[in-house]
Every structure is written in C-alpha cells, then in structure tokens.
C-alpha cells in the first residue's frame, strides 16, 4: 500500500530534550514536506526537500532540523525543542514536484507536546 | 507573496442540501489550486486540482470545485451533502513558478442530520 508513515503518532517531552520525528514513503516520491497544524493557523510549512542532498526552509524553520540522506526518509529533528513547538506535525510527499504538479500524500501526523 | 484565504471558519448544511465551501488565493503568476479533506486524527487526503483547462473541476466523494479567474476564487462544491462529509476542508495555492504550496486555514464543515 502507497503511503507516508510517521512515527511517533504522540510524543510528550521536556523542554530542551532532542527528539527526532522519523518519516518514510514508500512510492519513491522526489519531493518531501514538513508541515505544522495550529488552530487558526492551519498548515505552516517547516522544511521541504526536492530530492536526495537538497533541503529548504519553509515559512516556520526556526527551531527545526531535517536531513535527506536517502530518498524514501525525511527525518524532523528538534535540537532543543521548546513549549511553542507543541503542535500537530505533518509530513507530506509527492512525485516530481516541479512541472507535474502532482498531489501530496501526507501522513497521520505527529501530535508533540512540550513542557 | 502568493496568498489563500478561507473566509469561513465553519459551515453548517443540512444533510441532502447543496454545500459550498469558499476559497479566494492570490499568486503573481498561474495558480495551481488544490483542495485537501482532514478527518479526525488522519492527515489530509487529496480532493481535486486544477491546473489548466476547465474551469469546473471534478474529483472524489462527488466533489467539484470551481476555478473563477477573474475572481481569484477556487470554491468547493457539492449538490448533496452527505453526513460522512463533515471535515476539515483546507484549499491551497502554488504558484507555477515557485517550489512552495500555501494552504488556507480552513473550513470546518459539519453537515446536519
């Protein structure tokens, strides 16, 4: 089955403690997203990726990390994660981005909560 | 700076009756405009898109949207709405020249039995 998997579904942590949040496709899909979900806010771009070795910053990349070592893994990684990164993370993909236009596929999500 | 914009937090049908969920972007170039459904505790699940051509836009559960150029909107319809319709109905705008995709803060629908 085509999908994007996230993991953890939930995580609850302390202030300043490295957590990485691991994300994996399997349609061999170019292009890879991070994404935030805050009530009144809906979805704030983190990070993006256009392929292997490439990586961009989003809207919101303050505070935040990813890595795109292989093609099918987007780890988010937050060094010293902080009480105003406690939201709900999306991790997203789509096939060659640029030109097709092809559609996202995004995960469950990963529901952080920071104290 | 390309823009979407979702003027209604929520919106309230009646099953069986037409629904409507409005959605107006603003891009310097082309817009590419999508519409992505979230139920609860899923991620977003792709709807429709248009790209070019027609302006009416089918896609799934019996969704169709409409592209109006020349009021920069990309409205989300349907003729009967069902009570498995209730969600969170995100539009969003890429601009053909630019890597980013920008969503609207979305709709909530809740339709009534």
């Given at each position: ?19 990485t ?27 993006y990726?256009?392929n292997v ?5 989003g ?18 990684i ?5 009480p105003?990164?406690t939201?709900l ?9 640029r030109g ?11 529901r952080?909560t920071?104290? | ?15 069986g ?9 603003s891009?310097s170039g ?21 790209i070019?051509g027609?302006?009416?836009?089918k ?20 003729p009967?709405?069902?009570?498995s319709d209730s ?27």
């Amino acid at each position: 089955e085509a999908q994007v998997t996230q993991n953890p579904r939930y995580l609850i942590t302390v202030t300043g403690k490295k957590l990485t949040v691991t994300c994996s496709q399997n349609m061999n899909h170019e292009y890879m997203s991070w994404y935030r979900q805050d009530p009144g806010l809906g979805l704030r771009q983190i990070y993006y990726s256009m392929n292997v070795e490439v990586t961009d910053k989003g809207d919101v990349p303050e505070g935040y990390k990813v890595s795109r070592k292989e093609k099918r893994n987007f780890p988010l990684i937050l060094e010293s994660p902080s009480p105003n990164q406690t939201s709900l993370y999306f991790c997203a993909s789509s096939s060659s981005h640029r030109g097709l236009n092809s559609p996202l596929h995004f995960g469950n999500g990963t529901r952080l909560t920071v104290t | 700076a390309q823009s979407v914009a979702q003027p209604e937090d929520q919106v309230n049908v009646a099953e069986g009756n037409p629904l409507t969920v409005k959605c107006t972007y603003s891009v310097s170039g082309n817009p590419y405009l999508f519409w992505y459904v979230q139920y609860p505790n899923r991620g977003l699940q792709f709807l429709l898109k248009y790209i070019t051509g027609d302006n009416l836009v089918k896609g799934s559960y019996g969704f169709e949207a409409e592209f109006n150029k020349s009021q920069t909107s990309f409205h989300l319809k349907k003729p009967s709405a069902l009570v498995s319709d209730s969600a969170l109905y995100f539009c969003a705008v890429r601009d053909y020249r630019d890597d980013k995709i920008i969503f609207g803060k979305g709709t909530r629908l809740h339709i009534l039995p």
